[in-house]
C-alpha cells in the first residue's frame, strides 16, 4: 500500500511546498559499511585552511567493486591510498570517484587514505576571525554538518543511512581548546601548538561529527560522574551556568523519561560566535548559538534558552543514538526534540505551562499551514534537505507525539518509547520503525493516526455549537469538519478521531466537576445528544485538548463566560475567551479584562490582552491598561504589545511611560519602544517629532544585552514609513561594525520602511540591499531577503533572484524565492486598491466611535431599569 502520492498536487487551496525542481530524493547504494572514520588535520587559522588526512575504513558489502563514490565538495585531493597503496581518482569538485586497482571481497576491510586540504571553506567548517569592523570578534573554528555539509570538510559516504565511529586528531595553536565528539584520549604538544585527539566509540552519521576550536573558558559540571562541560568566550562564565546550568538534571530525567541512560562518556556545550543554527546535537559535543547566553535581566523572562539547552540534548537520544536514515523521516527527531521541551517544562514549570507550550508549537505550525504551504510530515520529494526542516517538521512532529500520547495513554506511552529507544540504539530508523515499537510495546496500531497527520498534510478545523434543552435535559453539541468541503469531493479532507467531550460544573467549595463523554467525529457535520441530570455550566470540547486542531466554540455567551472562569485547562479557557472575543460588546471586554486580572495561569492573561484589543470599543483601553502592572513580564509584554494596537494619545503614553521609565525585562521595554513607532503612523502624527526623539535617545543610550532594547527601536522607527529621518537613522545602524544583532535588524527594517518612501528614497534603499546581500554571512542574507520580502517594487525581484542562484544556503535559496512571490503579488495590487483599503480603514474607525457611544448609552440605559 501507498501511503501518499508521489506529486501532493491537490492541495485544497494550499501553495505548494514543492518548488520547482523538487523531485524524490532516496539514499544511495551501498558499497560496503563504513567502520571507522578518522581525521588527522592541522589547522591554519590565520589563512582560514587546513590539510591533513582523512581514513575510512570500509567493510565491502559484496566483492568485485571496482569503484568507489564519496562525497567531497570544493576539497583539494592531493592523494588517494587503499591500503597503503596509491589509486587511481577523478575529482569534479563534488564527488570523489575512487578506481580501485584490485576490486573488492565481501567482508575483508580496506582502508581508504584521501590526503586533502581546504582553504577559506564555504559550508562545513567556518573560520571566525576578528577582522576591521569587528576587532574585538573571538578567534574561532567551527563545523556545521547537518543536514549535508561535512563533505564540505572531508571526504565521506555523507548520508545518515551510515553508522560509524570516528576519531578526530588536530593540531592549533596552544592558546586554543579543541573540542569533539567522544573522549579526549590524548593531548601532545608541538612545538608553538597542540594536538587534541578525541575518539568517539559509539557509531553515529557523519553529519553529527563535529569539531569547535576557541580560546574558550571551561566550566566543569557533572552527571553520575560523567564530565558535563560548558565552553564559553572568557568573561561569560557566569552567563554560561545561568544558562547552561540545569543540564545534569536535564540528563537525568530524559535518562528515565527514554528509559536509556545517557549514552556517551561526556556531554560538552560549546557557545559559538557567529553560529547559523541555535543549536546543533552533534553526539555527545552540542553546539550553540553564543547569542542564547542569558544575563541576570534576560534570565527573567527568557525560556527560549532553556528550552533550546532541553532540545539539543534530547536529540543525544532521539537523532544521535537512534540515528533517522533518511531527511524524510526527520521528524521523528525533531518532532521529539521539541516535545521534550514541552516535557521539560512540564518538569519545571507545571502542567499549565506545558498545555501552554503545546498550544503556541500547534499555532506555529497552523501559521505556516495557512501562510506557506501544506505538506505531509513524511515527504522526499524537495529540491534540497534543509527545506524539510521547517514547522511542519518540528512542531507539528511534537504535536504528533503529544496524540500518540494521548492515544496510548501515560503507562503505554512511555513503554512504546523506551521499546523503541532500546530496539533500535545504534541503529538507523524510518517512520515504520516507530510504529513497529508501539505496536510491540502496547499491541495497539497507529496507522490510523499516522496516516492522517503524517503521510498526508493539513489538520481538522472544528466548528462546535451547543445548545441545551431544558425539557428533555438534553445537550446538543453540533461538532462540523469546516476544512472540508460540502461536496462530495471534501470527504477526502475529513479527519477520524476520537473526542472527549466534557460538561463541567464549578461547585462554591470544591473544584470543578466534569462528566465526560468519548464522541467518534468522522463526519462533515454530526450532532450528538448527552442525557444530563442537570443542566452544565459549560463545555469542553475535546478534553486536555490533546488533538492538532483548530476550534471555533459557537456556545452561548454565559458557557463561554463559565469556562473562561472554571476550565482547569488553560487551553480551553483560551479558546473560550477567542469565542468571548468573537462575539464583541461590553459584556465580552468585561469578561476578558476580569480573566485579565483574576486568571490564575499567565498564559491565559497574556492572551487576553490580544483577544481584548481585538474588540474595537474604546472602553477596551482602561481593561488593558491595569494589566501593565502585572507580575509577570511575560503578561507585560503581551499588554503592551495588545496596548499598540490602541492607537490612541493615552495609550501612546503609558507605552511612553515604559520607554522612559523603564521596566525590568528587557523583552518589554523594547516592546514598547517599537510600540511607540506603530502608533504615531496612525493617527498621532503629531507626536512624530517627539517619538522620533525618544526613539534615536533610545539607541543612544541603552546599548545591552543581545540589543533587544535597541533593536525594538530600529522596529519602532521602521513604522514611521514616510520619515525621512526615521529612514536615515535607520541607514546609519546598517553600517559594519555596529553590533551585529542591532544591524541585522536595521537591515531588516528597510523593507518595513520602504513601503512609504519617496521614489528617489526606495532606489536608495535597493541599492543598499544589493550591496549587503554580497555578504556571505548567513543572517545578513537572511535579513536581506526579508527586507526585500516586504518591498512593494519589482525592482526588489531581481535582487532576490540574483540571492537566490549564488547563495550556497538551502535556506536563504527558498526564502529569496517565495519572496519574490511575495513581491509579485503586492507589487500587482495597484494604487487604486491601497486607496480603498485606506478609505475603508477611516470608516472602520468612524464606525467604531459610533459603537462606543452606543455601548455606553445601551449600558447606561440598562442601569437605569434595573434600578
Ligand atoms: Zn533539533
Redesign the pocket.
Known amino acids: 500500500m501507498k501511503f501518499h502520492s508521489l506529486f501532493d498536487s491537490d492541495n485544497n487551496g494550499h501553495k505548494s511546498f514543492e518548488l520547482p525542481g523538487a523531485h524524490p530524493h532516496y539514499n544511495p547504494d551501498r558499497p560496503g559499511q563504513v567502520e571507522h572514520i578518522f581525521l588527522d588535520l592541522i589547522l591554519n587559522i590565520p589563512q582560514q585552511s587546513f590539510h591533513g588526512t582523512c581514513t575510512i575504513s570500509l567493510t565491502p558489502v559484496r566483492s568485485g567493486i571496482n569503484q568507489l563514490t564519496l562525497d567531497a565538495v570544493n576539497l583539494n585531493i592531493e592523494s588517494v591510498q587503499v591500503d597503503e597503496t596509491a589509486q587511481t581518482f577523478d575529482y569534479d569538485g563534488e564527488q570523489l570517484h575512487i578506481y580501485l586497482q584490485t576490486p573488492t571481497q565481501a567482508g575483508k576491510v580496506i582502508k581508504i587514505a584521501i590526503a586533502y586540504s581546504v582553504e577559506k571553506p564555504q559550508r562545513g567548517l567556518y573560520f571566525i576571525l576578528p577582522d576591521n569592523n569587528y576587532p574585538n570578534k573571538p578567534t574561532q573554528v567551527w563545523t556545521q554538518g547537518e543536514d549535508e555539509d561535512s563533505r564540505f570538510w572531508f571526504p565521506c559516504f555523507d548520508y545518515p543511512g551510515q553508522l560509524a565511529t570516528s576519531e578526530i586528531r588536530v593540531q592549533v595553536p596552544q592558546k586554543f581548546i579543541a573540542i569533539s565528539n567522544g573522549e579526549l584520549i590524548n593531548t601532545e604538544e608541538a612545538g608553538e601548538n597542540k594536538i587534541y585527539h578525541w575518539s568517539q566509540q559509539q557509531v553515529h552519521p557523519t553529519y553529527l561529527m563535529t569539531l569547535a576550536v576557541g580560546d574558550f573558558a571551561e566550566i566543569k559540571d557533572e552527571w553520575q560522574g560523567r564530565p558535563v562541560t560548558y565552553y564559553v568566550e572568557k568573561t561569560r562564565e557566569e552567563d554560561a551556568r545561568r544558562s547552561m546550568g540545569k543540564t545534569p538534571r536535564m540528563i537525568e530525567f530524559f535518562s528515565e523519561k527514554y528509559g536509556y541512560s545517557y549514552p556517551y562518556p561526556k556531554y560538552a556545550q560549546v557557545c559559538v560566535d557567529d553560529f547559523i543554527f541555535g ?1 546543533m ?1 552533534n553526539t555527545s559535543t552540542t553546539l550553540l548559538t553564543d547569542r542564547c547566553l542569558l544575563d541576570e535581566r534576560a534570565a527573567l523572562d527568557n525560556r527560549g534558552t532553556e528550552s533550546l539547552v532541553a ?2 540534548l534530547a ?1 543525544q537520544w532521539f ?1 544521535d543514538l537512534v540515528v533517522i536514515k533518511h531527511w524524510s523521516h526527520a521528524w521523528i ?2 518532532g521529539m ?2 516535545y521534550s521541551e514541552v516535557m521539560w517544562t512540564d518538569q519545571e514549570y507545571g502542567k499549565d505551562d506545558a498545555a501552554y507550550y503545546i498550544l503556541n508549537e500547534a499555532r506555529s505550525y497552523l501559521a505556516e499551514d495557512a501562510s506557506r504551504y501544506r505538506r505531509p510530515i513524511v515527504t522526499h520529494v524537495y529540491r534540497e534537505a534543509i527545506e524539510l526542516y521547517d514547522r511542519h517538521l ?1 512542531e507539528k512532529g511534537a504535536c504528533v507525539y503529544h496524540m500518540i500520547r494521548a492515544e496510548l495513554g501515560d503507562e503505554l506511552f512511555w513503554k512504546a518509547i523506551h521499546t523503541f529507544v532500546q530496539d533500535n540504539a545504534h541503529k538507523t530508523v524510518e517512520t515504520i520503525d516507530l510504529l513497529r515499537a508501539i505496536e510491540k510495546a502496547t499491541g495497539r496500531n497507529l496507522l490510523f493516526l499516522f496516516d492522517q497527520y503524517v503521510y498526508r498534510g493539513g489538520h481538522p478545523d472544528f466548528q462546535v455549537a451547543y445548545s441545551w434543552d431544558g425539557d428533555s435535559k438534553l445537550a446538543k453539541v453540533t461538532v462540523t469538519q469546516t476544512q472540508a468541503k460540502a461536496d462530495t469531493n471534501g470527504s477526502k479532507d475529513l479527519f477520524d478521531l476520537k473526542i472527549p467531550i466534557g460538561f463541567g460544573y464549578s461547585q462554591p467549595e470544591s473544584n470543578t466537576q466534569a462528566k465526560t463523554f468519548k464522541v467518534r467525529i468522522n463526519q462533515r457535520e454530526q450532532s450528538f445528544y448527552f442525557p444530563l441530570e442537570e443542566k452544565p455550566q459549560f463545555v469542553s470540547f475535546d478534553v486536555d485538548n490533546y488533538t492538532l486542531k483548530t476550534v471555533s466554540l459557537e456556545y452561548p455567551l454565559p458557557e463561554l463566560k463559565a469556562q473562561l472562569k472554571y476550565d482547569p485547562d488553560p487551553v480551553s479557557r483560551i479558546y473560550a475567551a477567542e469565542a468571548i472575543a468573537k462575539k464583541g460588546g461590553l459584556e465580552a471586554i468585561k469578561a476578558l479584562s476580569e480573566a485579565l486580572q483574576q486568571d490564575s495561569f499567565w498564559g491565559v492573561r497574556a492572551e487576553v490582552t490580544k483577544l481584548l484589543a481585538s474588540i474595537k470599543l474604546d472602553q477596551v483601553f482602561e481593561s488593558l491598561v491595569v494589566g501593565l502592572k502585572d507580575e509577570n513580564p511575560l503578561v507585560r509584554r503581551a499588554v503592551v504589545d495588545a496596548l499598540s494596537n490602541i492607537k490612541t494619545l493615552e495609550s501612546y503614553n503609558a507605552l511612553k511611560q515604559i520607554v522612559q521609565n523603564g521596566d525590568a525585562s528587557y523583552y518589554v521595554e523594547s516592546m514598547a519602544t517599537k510600540a511607540l513607532g506603530g502608533m504615531v503612523s496612525a493617527n498621532l502624527q503629531y507626536q512624530q517629532d517627539e517619538t522620533i526623539e525618544i526613539l534615536t535617545h533610545v539607541l543612544r543610550e541603552k546599548t545591552g544585552w543581545n540589543e533587544v532594547v535597541r533593536t525594538g527601536a530600529i522596529a519602532g522607527l521602521s513604522q514611521l514609513k514616510t520619515s525621512d529621518i526615521a529612514l536615515s537613522t535607520i541607514l546609519e545602524y546598517t553600517t559594519p561594525g555596529i553590533p551585529q544583532s542591532l544591524r541585522l535588524s536595521a537591515i531588516r527594517a528597510l523593507g518595513s520602511i520602504s513601503t512609504g518612501q519617496t521614489p528617489n528614497n526606495v532606489e536608495w534603499i535597493l541599492e543598499q540591499l544589493e550591496e549587503f546581500s554580497k555578504e556571505s554571512f548567513f543572517l545578513t542574507q537572511v535579513s536581506v531577503a526579508v527586507a526585500l520580502g516586504q518591498m512593494e517594487t519589482i525592482k526588489a525581484i531581481g535582487i532576490l533572484q540574483s540571492l537566490a542562484d549564488q547563495t550556497p544556503d538551502g535556506r536563504v535559496r527558498r526564502m529569496a524565492e517565495e519572496a519574490i512571490s511575495t513581491v509579485q503579488k503586492k507589487a500587482g495590487s495597484d494604487q487604486a486598491v491601497k486607496q480603498m483599503r485606506e478609505e475603508l480603514d477611516l470608516l472602520k474607525k468612524e464606525n467604531q466611535e459610533l459603537r462606543s457611544r452606543l455601548e455606553n448609552l445601551e449600558a447606561k440605559a440598562q442601569v437605569v431599569s434595573n434600578n
Open positions: 543549536g546535537e532540545h539539543e536529540h537523532g527527531k525533531e526534540a521539541s518540528y
